[in-house]
């Protein structure tokens, strides 16, 4: 695996063709799946500290890494950049002309120069700081990496070293975090305290991070009623930004069913609604519906974070480290396998870098989805089998 990383920060410099870099990565993924599969968690007196020890060693090699797969960094440094000049990111677009002087050899590389921020409030204001410190792009990814560190301490502390091993090995974690640098550490860090703790102030956080944590409040409330405060810290967070965000949260739902990258059961759902504008709002319908559902507050979080993974039309190859903190603590086989196997859907990035062409449904989707499926119809299966002999 150190190997891999090792060949991975290499490859990763040949941004416009990823292929080889997606290779390793798939790779790298395989190996870690063998690995568990096949051996038991680290045991003794120096395990912890022997399992942290490698997950950090991999993250620092990892932290070299160009960012091959994502262009989110360029962005997060235009936004931090933009604050600096005295812009709201919220109400700006990169490709204004009136913030042209903040182009740079990077600009290119900037997503979405049509489009205002979309991230929550935690976000920007981290955007902001990170650029005060450096302008370098190396910086951004500090919180993601902060956040992934500190997880990983309180995945071991909490539920031991085979938690720790699970967590911190995970090639998904290590690379979309060290090497990609994508804030989705701050969300999961945030929301594997707020279920810990039944904490307001970490909900809270983790919905100033990413807007999609919001559908968490009813398990929440029925599990504490305090944490309804939770909607007050991204609205504190958010006041030194107020404005009319209606555009940017039209472009937000567009995650759900305004455009199609790796979609699994939306697939279903635009079969079936009468246009993809009407199966957002389908969408949107299941999961409050699924957000609703009682239970208890792990397993509502778990169910819904998997009904917007499955049913939205936009799951980016990162979305899976949503799963990451409940793959430590449950190690089910069908998540593995999905996580492993997501590498593949970045395959589309080639043509896209080359011919501009994206390609929103590939034989990519087939393989990690029909894979994942099979997997967990077995592992269902026999399940089932073990319970019922079990009874018996």
Sequence with gaps: MGAGYLALVWASQARAIPGFALLLYLFISLVYLILISRSEAPAGSGAQRWVVSFAV????????????????????????????????????????????????????????????????????????????WSGALWVQKVPAVVADLTLLWLLGRWHGVRAAWLYGWCPLA?????????????????????????????????????????????AFVRAERRTAWAVLVPVVLFL??????????DFATGFLGGWSNNPSLFWLVEWIAPSRAAAKYVVLGLLGGVALWPGRLAGSVLTTTLAILLLSA????????????????????????????????????TEWRTTGRWVERGPWNLVVYGIAALVLAGWWLRRGRVVRGGAV
């Excluded at 960094?73 to 204004?96: F, K, V």
């Excluded at 190859?317 to 590498?343: E, F, G, K, R």
């Design 174 to 218: 290590v690379v979309e975090f060290s090497g990609m640098g994508h804030n989705d550490a701050l969300l999961i860090l945030a929301l594997a305290v707020a279920i810990r703790y039944r904490s307001a102030v970490a909900l809270g956080l983790a919905i100033a991070v990413k807007w999609w944590p919001a559908l968490l409040l009813p």
């Design 57 to 132: 060693l991999f993250r620092l090699v990892a932290f070299w890494m160009a960012p091959v797969f994502t262009d989110d960094l360029y962005r997060y440094r235009w936004e931090g950049r933009l604050q600096l000049a005295g812009g709201n990111p919220y109400q700006e677009r990169p490709g204004d002309p009136r913030w042209s002087g903040l182009r740079d050899e990077t600009y290119a590389l900037v997503d979405g120069k049509d489009f205002k921020a979309v991230y929550g409030p935690l976000v920007e204001h981290l955007e902001r700081e990170m650029a005060r």
């Design 240 to 249: 030194p930004y107020a404005s009319d965000i209606r555009e940017n949260a």
């Design 314 to 349: 936009n799951v980016h190859p990162w979305y899976l480290t949503w799963l990451l903190p409940h793959w430590a603590v449950l190690a089910a086989p069908p998540v593995a396998v999905w996580m492993a196997l997501t590498p593949l859907q970045y395959w589309g990035l």
